[in-house]
């Protein structure tokens, strides 16, 4: 079974960029894949990247491809998402979530370990 914890959220300008990062304990996220979703105020969580239990094959919504990137760093077991060009629209709690497979789905359902949330918060 594996913990995640969130971290790196905040305040930030339009334009600017934040990482966040999410440690795991318990059991090594290499045998996890692993999924940034995000939730804002009255809407429902939405997927945000995903990316397979190698490192070698990542995914992303629309809404933030070309801005966001997701990585491991397996040295540390952490899995990060590098935010870049943020919009006001990227305003949201950010979930870290892992599923026991190569890859997961793009939905909720697809994963059954999630982290507590870290804010983002970004002005226009």
């Known amino acids: 079974q594996v913990q995640l914890v969130e971290s790196g959220g905040g305040l930030v300008q339009a334009g600017g960029s934040l990482r966040l990062s999410c440690a795991t304990t318990?059991?090594?996220?290499?045998?996890?894949?692993m999924a940034w979703f995000r939730q804002a105020p009255g809407k429902e969580r939405e997927f945000v990247a995903r990316?397979?239990?190698?490192?070698?094959?990542?995914d992303y919504s629309d809404s933030v491809k070309g801005r966001f990137t997701i990585s491991r760093d397996k040295a540390n077991n952490t899995v990060n998402l590098q935010m870049n060009s943020l919009k006001p629209e990227d305003t949201a709690v950010y979930y870290c979530?892992?599923?026991?497979?190569?890859?997961?789905?793009?939905?909720?359902?697809?994963?059954?370990?999630w982290g507590q949330g870290t804010q983002v918060t970004v002005s226009s």
């Open positions: 990316i397979s239990r190698s490192g070698s094959t990542t």
């Open positions: 318990g059991d090594t996220c290499r045998y996890y894949a």
């Open positions: 979530a892992a599923v026991w497979s190569l890859i997961g789905g793009t939905g909720v359902s697809a994963y059954n370990y």
